[in-house]
């Protein structure tokens, strides 16, 4: 369990405590981050998911606390954690499948209204993900998985976020469009801005992050730097396999 006070994280949570019922899905979690990327790897049903969907307001933790920007939001509305620059890209990445490519970023505007800078974060969009600018009038629910899921980034670089959570960026993709979206986060994080990533492709979300945690049955059991956990002969056998 980690916990720390300083002041120049972003996000702080403290004693996490989560059900399904009877079921203690995040069992007295502890973390923080600042202006960083950071990895949460761990096993299927370990409660990577759960835990970004409380963070997020969508869930209600019953113990603890969760600080962003040094306010307390355990017991706020999605909607209102969203709008203070928390967005979260939940599994398979959802877009409106009806609205155009183009609607869909327009969506990511909604808060911050139509300034004179949505023209130049759109132009930014259209710079990370070229196949977005050629499909732009194309309806959103035509796009593969691996376009989708750029699309679901792309809404949220138009909303400005101050911290972007990642579900599973990966899943369902081919080994190149993989490589791609990784590329994409990439650019991102070197943008500066922060990233919360959960996901089961642990080779590749370490490679990406400055830091990890391994998450398992709803307890954090290691942290570490990516190189530390990426050397770490318990997280090779159990989650990274040996590259050929």
């Given at each position: 369990?980690?916990?720390?006070?300083?002041?120049?994280?972003?996000?702080?949570?403290?004693?996490l405590?989560?059900?399904?019922?009877?079921?203690e899905?995040?069992?007295?979690?502890?973390?923080?981050?600042?202006?960083?990327?950071?990895?949460?790897?761990?096993?299927?049903?370990?409660?990577?998911?759960?835990?970004?969907?409380?963070?997020?307001?969508?869930?209600?933790?019953?113990?603890?606390?969760?600080?962003?920007?040094?306010?307390?939001?355990?017991?706020?509305?999605?909607?209102?954690?969203?709008?203070?620059?928390?967005?979260?890209?939940?599994?398979?990445?959802?877009?409106?499948?009806?609205?155009?490519?183009?609607?869909?970023?327009l969506?990511?505007?909604?808060?911050?209204?139509?300034?004179?800078?949505?023209?130049s974060?759109l132009?930014?969009?259209?710079?990370?993900?070229?196949?977005?600018?050629?499909?732009?009038?194309?309806s959103?629910?035509?796009l593969?998985?691996?376009?989708?899921?750029?699309?679901?980034?792309?809404r949220?670089?138009?909303?400005?976020?101050r911290?972007?959570?990642?579900?599973?960026?990966?899943?369902?993709?081919?080994?190149?469009?993989?490589?791609?979206?990784?590329?994409?986060?990439r650019?991102?994080?070197?943008?500066?801005?922060?990233?919360?990533?959960?996901?089961?492709?642990?080779?590749?979300?370490?490679?990406?992050?400055?830091?990890?945690?391994?998450?398992?049955?709803?307890?954090?059991?290691?942290?570490?730097?990516?190189?530390?956990?990426?050397?770490n002969?318990?997280?090779?056998?159990?989650?990274?396999?040996?590259?050929?």
């Amino acid at each position: 369990m980690e916990k720390t006070t300083n002041n120049s994280h972003i996000l702080q949570v403290d004693d996490l405590k989560v059900r399904y019922g009877a079921i203690e899905a995040i069992s007295g979690v502890s973390f923080g981050m600042g202006r960083e990327t950071v990895a949460i790897i761990g096993p299927n049903g370990a409660g990577k998911t759960t835990l970004l969907t409380t963070i997020s307001g969508i869930l209600r933790p019953v113990y603890g606390t969760i600080r962003y920007m040094d306010k307390r939001i355990e017991q706020d509305p999605p909607e209102k954690i969203y709008r203070a620059g928390l967005v979260h890209i939940t599994e398979r990445g959802k877009v409106f499948s009806r609205m155009s490519v183009y609607e869909n970023l327009l969506m990511g505007a909604n808060g911050r209204g139509r300034d004179k800078d949505l023209v130049s974060d759109l132009d930014r969009v259209f710079e990370l993900f070229p196949i977005l600018k050629s499909r732009r009038g194309q309806s959103a629910g035509t796009l593969s998985g691996g376009e989708q899921q750029m699309l679901a980034l792309g809404r949220a670089v138009i909303s400005r976020p101050r911290l972007l959570m990642l579900d599973e960026p990966s899943l369902g993709l081919s080994p190149l469009l993989v490589q791609h979206i990784f590329e994409y986060v990439r650019v991102l994080a070197q943008d500066g801005l922060p990233i919360l990533l959960v996901e089961q492709n642990a080779r590749q979300a370490l490679r990406v992050a400055q830091r990890g945690y391994v998450i398992n049955s709803g307890k954090l059991i290691l942290s570490g730097t990516s190189e530390e956990l990426m050397s770490n002969s318990g997280v090779i056998e159990a989650y990274l396999g040996h590259e050929e």
